[in-house]
């Protein structure tokens, strides 16, 4: 499986941006994509989450409302709206995949197989 991630940039406060997470090799029937974020010394934490299967995504709380979640039709990219960003999203944002059917406790958990590189977003 290879996860790759594209569409960070430098961006004023309140613009938006869309990350998108080309993803190559599909091995579990059932599985999960999410998008985490991490900033220098801290811990990698989960922004939101999507059933390959369709169903409702799960966001953090710090996003809600500002990122939509989504993925192509052929389930082999995983995309992330990012509305009204602000300068604590300044960071990096990687795509996971790993086996899953829920996406809540998907987000809830940083041990995945499957990581892209991350792309880099700076919101000032």
């Known amino acids: 499986v290879q996860l790759v991630e594209s569409g960070g940039a430098s961006v004023q406060p309140g613009k938006s941006l869309r990350l998108s997470c080309k993803i190559t090799?599909?091995?579990?029937?059932?599985?999960?994509r999410a998008w985490f974020r991490q900033a220098p010394g801290s811990e990698r934490e989960g922004v939101a989450s999507?059933?390959?299967?369709?169903?409702?995504?799960h966001y953090a709380d710090s996003v809600k409302g500002r990122f939509t979640i989504s993925q192509d039709t052929d389930k082999n990219a995983v995309f992330l709206q990012m509305n009204n960003l602000k300068p604590d999203d300044t960071t990096m944002y990687y795509c996971?995949?790993?086996?899953?059917?829920?996406?809540?406790?998907?987000?809830?958990?940083?041990?995945?197989?499957?990581w892209g590189q991350g792309t880099q977003v700076t919101v000032s």
């Open positions: 999507i059933y390959a299967g369709g169903g409702t995504p």
């Open positions: 090799g599909d091995p579990y029937s059932s599985n999960c």
């Open positions: 996971a995949y790993d086996w899953g059917t829920h996406p809540r406790s998907f987000i809830n958990s940083r041990n995945k197989n499957y």
